[in-house]
């Protein structure tokens, strides 16, 4: 029995971003996309207009709980204490408005 080659995936913009730009966005979101998941059945990819994601399972319509995200910083952290206080603070506000935002 062969294996389905199905994909299925999911391209968007902001509604603000011009038809041109948001073509653009999404032509350089499917390069990058290969380039940091080679190989993946399931990958998406956000920037700051756009985003796109392909998976071999049809996700159309169904909730996204995926939590998993990546972040890449080309900088090097210098002062490792200062930015892992940073980071901790600024994730426990964004946590906070979020859990505000849905009682």
């Not at 998941?37 to 956000?46: E, G, L």
């Not at 204490?81 to 901790?88: G, K, P, R, V």
Request: net charge negative; proline share 1%; charged share 30%.
């Amino acid at each position: 029995m062969a294996k389905d080659k199905t994909v299925y995936g999911l391209a968007q913009c902001r509604g603000d971003v011009s038809s041109k730009h948001c073509f653009s966005c999404i032509q350089d979101a499917a390069k990058q996309i290969h380039e940091v998941c080679p190989d993946q059945a399931d990958a998406r990819i956000w920037f700051d207009c756009c985003f796109l994601r392909y998976d071999n399972i049809n996700f159309i319509g169904k909730v996204d709980t995926d939590l998993s995200i990546v972040y890449f910083n080309v900088e090097e952290v210098t002062e490792f204490e200062d930015f892992h206080d940073e980071l901790a603070a600024l994730t426990d506000q964004i946590r906070a408005e979020a859990v505000f935002f849905w009682e």
